[in-house]
């Protein structure tokens, strides 16, 4: 990419390698440098000195903090995540098992919800007042009230006990063929998904009135374009920034919410791995899984600008003039 363009392109480029790196370095902070001891942790008081000399000495903990931070990050960068002190196994293979669960999951969730809310926020616009936009935003605000754990385990209790249409927890793998892991995915992925639809219907129908209300849209209408024409090739399109900026930042909420979902539905994805990993004390699995989680939401964050740019090239000439693109 040449030209003005790219040249922005290269410095929000280089603006997210620098917040990685400020990421990888918070996260190092507060699990190993901050008071308390990782391996005591791990053991308990009653320890002996020597096996926590032995489990420090493999943890790294002997060496001063700062060689430390520098052989993980250089580790990340060469795809070395290190190695599990609770599975015995490298952390990069039980990252790369269970995000063969937790990544459908959250593009189903994504689909799921942007397939649902924006055309319930353009018929709420289009009909402002009437008896479909006084319900359909009634049920969005009903479902921006309802907490994603509670929602799953209802839809547990309707689909898979009243109703026995899906599993109510656990996940077959792909190699039980697509549909029945798709079919695992249903579910979990609904309960993450319905939430974050009634927050972006929301948005996708106060965007769309907005932009039914500039004037390129009124003269349209004036010219002899019918209200239909005019919704959806004027209105839809240029309301579209702003929706894809929340479903930007969903993505980060979509990540947390898989911790407590993929618990609710028993799925060895990463969330769950978090949590294990939690309980059971592994930093290194905390560490990495948490980095690479910031990561994914960073990185997002750096693919929503160029999506700006392609939406609305203008972005790109204010950003020029102003210093960025947001």
């Known amino acids: 990419m040449r030209g003005p363009m790219g ?17 990888s370095l918070v996260v190092f902070l507060v699990l190993q440098v901050l008071p308390g001891d990782p391996a005591l942790l791990m053991l308990d008081t009653s320890a002996r000195a020597d096996t926590l000399a032995a489990l420090r000495h493999q943890m790294g903990l002997d060496r001063p903090a700062w060689i430390r931070y520098l052989t993980w990050v ?15 196994v490298p952390v990069a293979e039980l990252i790369r098992q269970r995000v063969l669960v937790s990544l459908p999951l959250a593009v189903m969730s994504v689909l799921l919800s942007t397939g649902i809310a924006i ?11 009437g008896a479909a ?26 689909f898979a006990v009243a109703l026995p249409w899906f599993p109510a927890g656990g996940f077959p793998g792909w190699g039980a063929g697509a549909w029945p892991a798709l079919r695992a995915l249903i579910l979990p992925a609904l309960a993450l998904a319905l939430p974050q ?5 929301r948005v996708t129908r106060s965007a769309v009135l907005e932009t039914l209300g500039q004037d390129y849209v009124r003269t349209a209408r004036a010219k002899g374009l019918s209200q239909r024409a005019a919704l959806w090739r004027h209105a839809v399109p240029n309301a579209l920034i702003p929706v894809v900026t929340i479903i930007g930042l969903q993505f980060s909420f979509l990540l947390a919410g898989t911790v407590i979902i993929e618990n609710v539905f028993t799925l060895p994805g990463l969330g769950r791995l978090v949590f ?22 960073i990185v997002v964050n750096f693919l929503v ?7 609305d090239p203008r972005l790109g000439r204010d950003g020029l003039r102003g210093g960025g693109v947001r």
């Open 7 to 23: 040249g922005l392109v290269l410095r929000r480029l280089a603006g997210l390698l620098l917040t990685l790196l400020a990421a």
């Open 74 to 88: 250089w580790g990340l960068a060469r795809g070395d995540f290190g190695t599990s002190y609770t599975y015995g």
């Open 119 to 129: 055309p319930v926020g353009v018929v709420a616009a289009s009909r402002r007042g």
């Open 133 to 158: 936009d006084v319900s359909l935003m009634g049920v969005a605000q009903i479902g921006v009230a309802l907490p994603n754990f509670w929602l799953g385990l209802l839809l547990v209790l309707l």
């Open 197 to 201: 639809a009634a927050i972006l219907s």
């Open 276 to 297: 294990q990993a939690i309980a059971q004390r592994d930093l290194i699995v905390v560490q990495d899984l948490v980095v690479l989680l910031a990561g994914s939401v």
């Open 305 to 311: 600008d160029l999506v700006y740019l392609a939406l």
